[in-house]
């Protein structure tokens, strides 16, 4: 069974950093795309982040140049390096991991908190 499992988020002042993690379990790791999603209340999940699986990076248009994607494929791990937080990022952050158009796992969320 595939597992995917998030850790890192944390309540957050805003300007500061936080990095997630999601490490994933029974599954050919370096043959998917990897990526972060986040779902706020209220708001439909949306893309923050992916990676390939030849490194090409995707963001969304709110966090291009604040976040970072990353991979290490020896670790299974992809990560997300935040910076800059804001009120608006204040979500659950959602790994995922894709293979073609047919396969799709999801972790089971961590939650980041940005507030003063």
């Known amino acids: 069974q595939v597992q995917l499992v998030e850790s890192g988020g944390d309540l957050v002042q805003p300007g500061g950093s936080l990095r997630l993690s999601c490490l994933a379990s029974?599954?050919?790791?370096?043959?998917?795309?990897m990526g972060w999603y986040r779902q706020a209340p209220g708001k439909q999940r949306e893309l923050v982040a992916s990676i390939s699986s030849l490194g090409i990076t995707n963001y969304g248009d709110a966090v291009e140049g604040r976040f970072t994607i990353s991979r290490n494929n020896a670790k299974n791990t992809v990560y997300l390096q935040m910076n800059d937080l804001k009120p608006e990022d204040t979500a659950v952050y959602y790994c995922n991991a894709k293979y073609a158009s047919t396969t799709s796992y999801w972790g089971q969320g961590s939650q980041v908190t940005v507030s003063s």
């Open positions: 029974r599954i050919a790791f370096s043959i998917y795309t």
